[in-house]
Structure formats: structure tokens, C-alpha cells
């Protein structure tokens, strides 16, 4: 069984910045992809980045140039730096972890308000 530890979320003016991130435990042997995704209310969930293994890169349009997504191998975490934040990002946000498994986080509140 593998638990992620979410943390970072908050209240953040437009314009403001936020880093979240997520810590894996429990049975790993190999994590394989990372990712975080979105929900807004009343919308589905979306995915906002995801990184492989090797690192590579996949980020939704509305946040490319925005938000960045890294790894710690050697930490099993995963960030997302987010940067220039809009109200549009309001969300829960969730990170996801392929071990053997897909695996989801509790979520953490993110929240842009003037």
C-alpha cells in the first residue's frame, strides 16, 4: 500500500505564487509517473501536469508557462511550483502516483482571491 502526504495549498492573492507538494510511503518499489490534477466545483477533474520517470513533461494548456511540475527521486515527492496565480485556478488539488498501482492524495485546498 502506498500513502501520499499532500501539503502547500492555501489562500493566495491573483498574481501570487504557491508550491505544493506530495510525499509517497508505504510498499514502493518503483514509482513511475507523477502528476497533479484539479477539481473545481461543480467541474470533472483535470489533469494540470504530469512528470515520467525520466522527466519528462506534460502540462494543460492553462498553466504552461505558469506552473512547474519536479520530482525528488530519492525523496518519492513530487512539486508544483505555481506561479502567477488566476482566480480560474481555484481548485482542490490532487496528486496522482503510478507504483504498481495508480494512487491519489487527499487533496489540498487552493484557493485565489483578492
Known amino acids: 500500500q502506498v500513502q501520499l502526504v499532500e501539503s502547500g495549498g492555501g489562500l493566495v492573492q491573483p498574481g501570487g505564487s504557491l508550491r505544493l507538494s506530495c510525499a509517497a510511503s508505504g510498499s514502493i518499489s518503483t514509482i513511475y509517473a507523477m502528476g497533479w490534477y484539479r477539481q473545481a466545483p461543480g467541474k470533472p477533474r483535470e489533469l494540470v501536469a504530469h512528470?515520467?520517470?525520466?522527466?519528462?513533461?506534460v502540462y494543460a494548456n492553462a498553466v504552461k508557462g505558469r506552473f512547474t511540475i519536479s520530482r525528488d527521486n530519492a525523496k518519492n515527492t513530487v512539486y508544483l511550483q505555481m506561479n502567477s496565480l488566476k482566480t480560474e485556478d481555484t481548485a482542490v488539488y490532487y496528486c496522482?502516483?503510478?507504483?504498481?498501482?495508480?494512487?491519489w492524495g487527499q487533496g489540498t485546498q487552493v484557493t485565489v482571491s483578492s
Open positions: 496522482k502516483v503510478a507504483a504498481g498501482g495508480e494512487y
Open positions: 512528470i515520467t520517470s525520466s522527466g519528462t513533461t
